[in-house]
């Protein structure tokens, strides 16, 4: 049963009462890939949301490099020092956190038992940190355990954070998509309010040599979703570079902003490494991108 995933219509219109009157700040990150990622950015960071105190931090996927038990618990200790600063982290997995073995090539049973082997255990890593730091949250309206999504509110501005990579696959799921439509129907004067997609993966095949993919299934994506719910922002990492458009989707043209999140960690040299402080008012401003200082040093 899909609502049995989700808080209670009651819930839902409960949690309007955190609806701000002066608008929001999220500092947005991606790609942390904890275990190439420097204490000092960490600190930086960190240092910067104890100086400002946004609403919340956004991350949108890749939170591990390998998946790997020490990687989880460097990124539980920086999820837990935002928990102690008051800022709330809200989060979507990427290929990165979800084994990394299953991406290369299954040629013997027992390097099929280890990918699977690997794939369990990160799942049961970040369905930790999902039942930490999502369920159960004020701002948290619903959550899709099963899939590790939610949506999250902070005033007029909603979050669906829906995990894109499933094994091989990079795509969301038809029940994925039926699941959101259920919780949204939910939301009361949703026509008030601005929804925004986080997903790890982008919806457009980007320009200038970069080889990473897109999802599979955007029509799906856009038309039972983006179209329907009328979404003001798709917000995605993977790429490792902060890219922001007034755009259109590209199979059904739909009109939408896209904010690609840059990476904080050492593994892409070729962009500039930081973090994006994002204010949305009455109006959506431009995120502003914070280059890492330990870089330009």
């Not at 091989?168 to 939301?187: D, F, G, H, M, Y």
């Not at 993966?201 to 856009?222: A, I, M, N, V, Y």
């Not at 739909?254 to 204010?279: D, Q």
């Amino acid at each position: 049963n899909i609502m049995e995933q989700s808080i209670s219509s009651s819930d839902l219109k409960e949690s309007v009462a955190t609806r701000s009157k002066t608008g929001n700040t999220f500092l947005l990150i991606s790609d942390l890939h904890f275990g190439d990622l420097p204490q000092v950015a960490v600190d930086e960071f960190l240092d910067y949301v104890e100086l400002t105190h946004p609403t919340a931090v956004i991350c949108s996927g890749d939170i591990t490099l390998h998946s790997r038990p020490a990687e989880f618990a460097l990124a539980g200790a920086f999820f837990s020092k935002l928990d102690q600063l008051n800022v709330p982290i809200i989060f979507t997995c990427g290929n990165h956190d979800m084994g990394g073995k299953l991406h290369e090539k299954l040629s013997t049973i027992a390097v099929v038992k280890n990918c699977v082997d690997g794939y369990t255990s990160a799942v049961n890593e970040v369905q930790t940190l999902f039942n930490q730091y999502i369920v159960g949250k004020p701002h948290t309206l619903a959550t899709n355990t099963q899939q590790l999504d939610s949506i999250c509110r902070f005033g007029d501005d909603i979050f669906v954070l829906l995990r894109s990579q499933h094994r091989k696959i990079e795509r969301i799921k038809s029940e994925q998509l039926a699941w959101c439509q259920t919780v949204l129907n939910n939301v009361v004067d949703l026509s008030t309010c601005r929804l925004h997609l986080v997903a790890h993966h982008s919806l457009w095949q980007d320009e200038g040599g970069d080889k990473h993919t897109p999802l599979d299934r955007r029509r799906r994506l856009e038309a039972d979703l983006v179209g329907r719910f009328q979404f003001s922002t798709y917000i995605h990492g993977h790429n490792h570079r902060f890219t922001y458009q007034n755009t259109t989707t590209p199979k059904l043209g739909l009109r939408i902003k896209r904010i690609a999140v840059p990476t904080m960690c050492t593994r892409n040299r070729s962009y500039e490494r930081g973090f994006l402080s994002w204010k949305t008012y009455e109006t959506m401003l431009e995120p502003e991108l914070h280059v890492l200082k330990w870089q330009q040093s």
